[in-house]
């Protein structure tokens, strides 16, 4: 007869679990990887367009005076700035630098909120 | 024995591919803060410059190598069926190769 695996604590209230920033940081660091993922064939197409010849890259330009475009690319600049952070504190914990629960919190909250700022940036340079 | 889907190369593959687009990254911007082209012209010339071409198609490679391990790693943890895992991994894999070749097609037609 088999026996079963002990039971081990479950616990899956999202409201009242504590996400310790740095949990916010890393799964938004995924979150934010599969987002660009899926946006590669996008950007390909809008390379495309800006080099196929001056016609596309009239289309293009055409295309990103509008409203959802630069929302979409808003978002997208917010999602590559979490990533490449986060990414960058990632390898700087490889090496040994910021590894330190306290150093480590507040690299957390510098990618959390650098990603948004940088967002910001991007808002302000596109709208 | 040797795991294919473990072990240190898709985690070095994972941070040399990061460095290098970041290297990349930081060249764009820096040329586009100090002499952005201002036409199509001027931008498809960038852009068919040889150094400029190579370096893009290198990061692209990195960008479609670095997205292969995120999502398979990404799979790997939500998708625990043996079939439906080959199944996803397969799509993901022949997307990002369809994706490589166009970008080289892209890149490929711009060269001066």
Known sequence: MSRRAPARPVFFKLNQIQMPVGALTSIVHRVTGVILAIGIPFCFYAMHLSLDSAQSY????????????KFALIAFIWALSHHLLAGVRHMLMD???????????????????????MALMAAGVVL | MRRPLGGLTPWLVQRLSAVFMLAFIGFVLANFLVDPPASYEAWRAWMGNPGVSV?????????????????????????????????????IATALLGAGAWVFRILWLVRA
């Open chain 1, 58 to 69: 009239e289309r293009l330009t055409r295309m990103a005076s509008n409203g959802l475009f």
């Open chain 1, 95 to 117: 090496i040994g630098i910021g590894s330190h629960l306290s150093d480590a919190r507040r690299s957390a909250w510098t990618v959390n909120v650098g990603g948004v700022a």
């Open chain 2, 55 to 91: 370096a893009a198609l290198l990061s692209f490679a990195a960008l479609l190598m670095h997205a292969w391990v995120g999502l398979r790693d990404v799979t790997l943890d939500y998708v625990k069926p043996l079939a439906a895992r080959v199944a996803v991994l397969a799509l």
